[in-house]
């Protein structure tokens, strides 16, 4: 079964330091896998999407993640954190191309910047 | 603004209740997601449908259900509530399959459900 791991439950970083939200993956076929932001009492925006092609995808709000297929890891990053990026990030795995598949979402991580 | 819509945002309910949590799905989205959020947890998907249809399930509780209906909303329906059913759901759509790039999902803002 496919599933969506986010091994830190929580990532601090200060303000101007490149960030990396970790998230691994395991899916049977080819994976298309997205991030998702979480601000508090919102619902989850989207940020970006791999589906196929270059390994390096670029999103909203200057986050951009990087998949590795020997890995199976999809990481999210970003080159210089802002308070404002503080918020629960949300790994998902949409688990097929059919309208049968579904998102699976991983258990979040919650980034916080200091000043 | 996702262009998905859920009400009520809030609802606070007595436990051995039911209530009934509706969600609009963006228009030309075929399907509905519906997953719950629990405080401080991650999102367990609930159900999907796909133009009428049930098409996946996850753990959701037989005292729940969801349907579709012929204009795409879908309703959630959570019958006698317990104190554990208090969170967060949410109702996500995304477009037909095979639509280049329609791969993701759109969520709604949730609604808020306190059982006391």
């Known amino acids: 079964a496919q599933s969506v791991a986010q091994p830190e439950d929580q990532v601090n970083v200060a303000e101007g330091n490149p960030l990396t939200v970790k998230c691994t993956y395991s899916v049977s076929g080819n994976p298309y896998l997205f991030w998702y932001v979480q601000y508090p009492n919102r619902g989850l925006q989207f940020l970006l999407k791999?589906?196929?092609?270059?390994?390096l995808v670029k999103g909203s709000y200057g986050f951009e993640a990087e998949f590795n297929k020997s890995q199976t890891s999809f990481h999210l990053k970003k080159p210089s954190a802002l308070v404002s990026d503080s918020a629960l990030y949300f790994c998902?795995?949409?688990?097929?191309?059919?309208?049968?598949?579904?998102?699976?979402f991983g258990s979040g991580t919650r980034l916080s910047i200091r000043p | 603004d996702s262009g998905v819509t859920q009400t009520p945002k809030h609802l606070i309910t007595a436990t051995g209740q039911r209530v009934t949590l509706r969600c609009s799905p963006r228009?030309?989205?075929?399907?509905v997601y519906w997953y719950q959020q629990s405080l401080d947890q991650g999102l367990q998907f609930l159900i999907q449908y796909y133009n009428g249809e049930e098409r996946a399930k996850g753990n959701i509780l037989e005292r729940f259900s969801a349907q579709q209906f012929p204009d795409l909303h879908s309703e959630l329906n959570l019958s006698s509530l317990e104190l554990g059913d208090s969170a967060l759901y949410f109702c996500?759509?995304?477009?037909?399959?095979?639509?280049?790039?329609?791969?993701?999902?759109?969520f709604g803002q949730g609604t808020r459900l306190t059982v006391v």
């Open positions: 228009s030309g989205d075929l399907s």
């Open positions: 791999y589906i196929t092609g270059d390994n």
């Open positions: 998902a795995v949409r688990d097929g191309y059919s309208s049968a598949s579904k998102i699976i």
């Open positions: 996500a759509s995304s477009p037909p399959v095979l639509s280049i790039g329609g791969t993701e999902a759109f």
